[in-house]
């Protein structure tokens, strides 16, 4: 049997490896995907408490946040295009013009 | 239907466990009796990619046009909103007339942004 | 199937009936200012519907009511002057589209959702409608590499710091069994939280994200960098809009979820407040680019209303109201002040460019005084105020001592709000720096202006107005 608690183990550990991802990545699209392991831990966490529980709103919250997520990366990938036409790179580490 | 707490999954899926094992046995079988029963006498034209005579140029991997990315954009925009299709359309018995007039403003407000892609000339492609 | 009381959303409604006709006017027309004439002209007739519009709809998960009526009166007015302010700071660098305004307008539907939210389904996709807006306004200036570098570096954090909410969200799900605010609320009260350390994960894991978006020290690294690189109009806008809407969302969260539980987060908060105070004020000091500067000072800000929602009473959280409206006119006035600089004199946005102001216009440096005053708070002005009444919230609620450190901190801040003020009018020019008021931004700053006024010397009946709000 699988229990509540292996799905709350689970979301808990890839939300945390995507946590890691966006802090350790230099890239921004690894950061991009990295955000989307995050949501996806927050889906499953979402979904399996959902079931627990015996009530909906967690499946409605899933899909929203699917649809939240592409609209995320859509416009994720666009600041991307802008940052190689602008800046000529892909890496957070060209930002650098505004500090302090 | 839902399962009582704790005792949810996995009763039915010994089926899918069994396909994944015999695929996974059969995709490395094949291979491996490839390796094994295939003569094997390598010379430099047969290694090179294009055996045609025509010498590689330039790196395998190449960089894409930026008009592949505009596209695939609007594609993850316009595809995931189909998500929202699915439960209108099992659950369409019981919600009847005002499901339908959402649902059917839904796809009016999404019309308007594809017509507003549209005339932008986000599909132009030259 | 029964229909849905659709009265209470009647504003986000003819917002949205406005974004879409934006959307496809813009298709057809080429001089874009009568778009932004025309999302005034909305903004203005959606105010006055939001005050007819009352009531709770969608099963709980949508509430008009008084307290949300009052931040959407905010978020329009906001949108209003940006719209205003924007049309000859983008014309300058031709980049008027039309986008921009759908973009402003879609941003204050967001925060309207947000203040109404009954549920935390609708609190989050308010929130997302909200900050996906905004990331794109801050990069809307294409060419260039400034507006860019801002709004990546916004997108990244507020994505990140979204994924944390959502997660706290998942949490408070799981222990509670609901996502409607007030059941969670029942829930909590009931069962207490020293015993459910998820529920704990979860708390911190809210703190954490509304701290992002309402810029509070330890998460404030990204909002000198993203107030600095956007352009100065949607700058205008997100040190308004969002904030109020954080605080909206705070105020209603912590008042229905957590009561029971105001003593364990507000000793999360109040180091929280201490910290973005002193960032904000002493960070402050070392700016020269006045855009840096009053991101800071907005940091600073922040941290004040904070204390509002600290002193978790009624008085408190009316006081926080109340700062978030005044503070929404003395930030726009400042911010119009250094647009007006940009369109008309070509200065740039150092302070150093603003020696001598007070020579070639008077009028202009005056007002620029009375704001800067409103801003460090010094009486008659609504800055004073509002601060006023935060502090007094605050030590009714039992923190005297936090209401001193916030006045130390406040104190600080003359020094660099009136350093813009001693180059205004101490210093020589080193070039002449010539502004006319006779145009819509100077008729909008003397309208704001006078208001800070108005406010300062008659704080009443706003104050009332917040009151009434809560009860």
Same mark, same amino acid.
């Given at each position: ?100 | ?126 | ?160 710091? /979204?994924? #944390?909410?959502?997660? @706290?969200?998942? *949490? +408070?799900?799981? %222990?509670?069994? $609901? ?10 009260a009931k069962e207490g939280i020293i015993n ?86 002493i960070v402050a000091l070392a700016q020269t ?7 800071? /000072?907005? #940091?600073?800000?922040? @941290?004040?209303? *904070? +204390?509002?929602? %600290?002193?978790? $009473? ?46 070639s216009n008077p009028l202009a440096a005056f ?105």
């Amino acid at each position: 049997m699988v229990s509540l608690d292996w799905y709350v183990v689970l979301s808990l550990i890839i939300f945390f490896i995507g946590m890691f991802g966006f802090l350790s990545r230099r890239n921004i699209i690894m950061m991009l995907i990295s955000i989307e392991l995050m949501l996806n831990a927050v889906n499953i966490s979402f979904v399996a408490y959902s079931h627990y529980i015996g009530d909906m709103a967690g499946h409605i919250m899933v899909f929203l946040i699917i649809a939240v997520a592409a609209s995320e990366a859509a416009i994720g990938l666009a600041l991307v295009i802008l940052m190689v036409r602008n800046k000529e790179t892909i890496f957070v580490d060209g930002l650098k013009e505004l500090k302090w | 239907m839902l399962n009582e707490p704790g005792t949810y999954l996995p009763v039915g899926y010994l089926p899918i466990l069994i396909f994944l094992g015999f695929s996974f046995v059969f995709g490395l079988g094949s291979l491996v009796f490839g390796l094994l029963l295939r003569p094997r006498r390598p010379y430099a034209e047969k290694l090179s990619p294009y055996e045609s005579g025509i010498a590689p140029e330039g790196e395998p991997r190449q960089k894409f046009s930026v008009k592949y990315y505009i596209i695939a954009i609007l594609f993850v925009v316009f595809d995931v909103e189909a998500v929202f299709l699915y439960p209108w359309a099992v659950a369409f018995d019981m919600i009847g007339l005002y499901g339908f007039v959402e649902m059917v403003l839904f796809i009016f407000i999404l019309v308007i942004g594809y017509v507003y892609a549209w005339r932008k000339e986000a599909f132009v492609w030259d | 199937m029964q229909v849905p009381d659709l009265i209470p959303v009647v504003p986000e409604i003819l917002m949205t009936i406005l974004v879409l006709s934006l959307l496809v006017i813009d298709l057809f027309i080429k001089q874009k200012e009568y778009i932004a004439v025309y999302t005034v002209v909305g903004s203005l007739l959606v105010i006055i519907s939001v005050f007819y519009c009352t009531g709770v709809t969608f099963k709980g998960m949508f509430v008009a009511d008084s307290y949300s009526i009052f931040f959407k009166m905010i978020f329009l007015i906001n949108v209003i002057f940006a719209a205003i302010i924007s049309v000859e700071y983008l014309k300058k660098r031709a980049s008027l589209y039309g986008e921009y305004y759908v973009l402003l307008v879609f941003a204050t539907i967001g925060m309207m959702i947000m203040a109404s939210a009954g549920n935390l389904i609708v609190l989050y996709l308010g929130l997302e409608l909200m900050a996906l807006s905004t990331y794109v306004l801050a990069g809307i200036i294409r060419t260039d590499g400034l507006s860019t570098e801002a709004a990546v570096k916004y997108f990244l954090l507020g994505a990140f710091s /979204s994924a #944390i909410l959502l997660y @706290g969200i998942s *949490l +408070l799900y799981g %222990i509670t069994g $609901s996502l409607d605010i007030r059941e969670i609320g029942l829930y909590i009260a009931k069962e207490g939280i020293i015993n459910n350390k998820l529920l704990l994960l979860g708390l911190v894991f809210f703190i954490t994200s509304f701290g992002f978006k309402i810029a509070a020290a330890p998460f404030h690294m990204w909002t000198p960098d993203v107030y600095h690189g956007a352009p100065t109009s949607i700058t205008a806008f997100m040190s308004v809009g969002p904030k109020a809407a954080a605080f909206a969302i705070f105020g209603r969260v912590f008042m229905i979820v957590f009561p029971a539980l105001s003593g364990s987060w507000v000793n999360l908060l109040i180091p929280i407040a201490i910290l973005t105070m002193a960032v904000g004020n002493i960070v402050a000091l070392a700016q020269t680019n006045i855009k840096r500067m009053l991101a800071y /000072s907005s #940091i600073a800000h922040a @941290g004040y209303a *904070l +204390l509002g929602i %600290i002193a978790a $009473s009624n008085e408190g959280l009316s006081a926080m109201m109340n700062y978030m409206l005044i503070y929404l006119f003395m930030n726009v006035g400042a911010f119009i002040l250094v647009i007006m600089l940009n369109n008309q004199a070509k200065v740039g946005d150092s302070i150093h460019d603003y020696r001598g102001l007070s020579k070639s216009n008077p009028l202009a440096a005056f007002l620029m005084l009375i704001i800067m005053f409103s801003l460090t708070g010094i009486p008659p002005t609504a800055g004073f105020m509002g601060k006023l009444y935060l502090f007094m919230a605050v030590v009714n609620a039992g923190y005297g001592w936090l209401a001193v450190v916030a006045v130390i901190f406040s104190a600080i801040s003359a020094f660099y709000y009136l350093r813009i003020v001693m180059f205004m009018f101490m210093n020589e020019s080193i070039e002449e720096v010539k502004l006319s008021l006779v145009d819509v931004n100077g008729l909008l700053l003397i309208i704001v202006v006078f208001m800070v006024l108005f406010i300062g010397v008659n704080p009443q009946p706003f104050v009332e107005l917040a009151r009434l709000a809560i009860l």
